[in-house]
């Protein structure tokens, strides 16, 4: 009979947790992100926590911070582009050589 307990109870928290998650699963779709000339620009970003920008081009990746943004906004000039390069706005990083990050925006040209 402690085993049934045990088990229903088992099954139970197998429905609740995940139920209980899905309100707060992230959107499957970047904010919107824009690119013109040399700047690039996002919108809809967190504002209660650190952004970073990163560049990814032929040469590699690169990054740096940007802070924090009281309205969700922010637009960053850039380099001349030495052929496609993905812009992210990102959040910190973490990991070997801070290589892990959560992106929040992203656009390519």
């Avoid at 995940?18 to 967190?46: E, F, M, Y």
């Avoid at 040469?59 to 911070?65: A, E, L, P």
């Avoid at 309205?71 to 582009?81: E, F, L």
């Avoid at 990083?93 to 925006?105: D, E, H, L, Q």
């Amino acid at each position: 009979m402690l085993r049934r307990i045990a088990l229903a109870a088992l099954v139970c928290l197998a429905i609740a947790v995940p139920a209980a998650q899905a309100g707060s699963r992230k959107p499957t779709s970047d904010p919107p992100c824009t690119v013109s000339g040399n700047v690039v620009s996002a919108t809809g970003l967190p504002t209660d926590q650190v952004i970073n920008f990163m560049v990814t081009d032929p040469s590699g990746t690169t990054g740096w911070v940007l802070g924090f943004t009281n309205d969700g906004n922010w637009s960053v000039n850039v380099p001349t582009r030495n052929g496609p390069t993905t812009y992210q706005f990102v959040s910190r990083t973490w990991g070997p050589n801070g290589s892990k990050y959560t992106v929040f925006s992203s656009c390519s040209a």
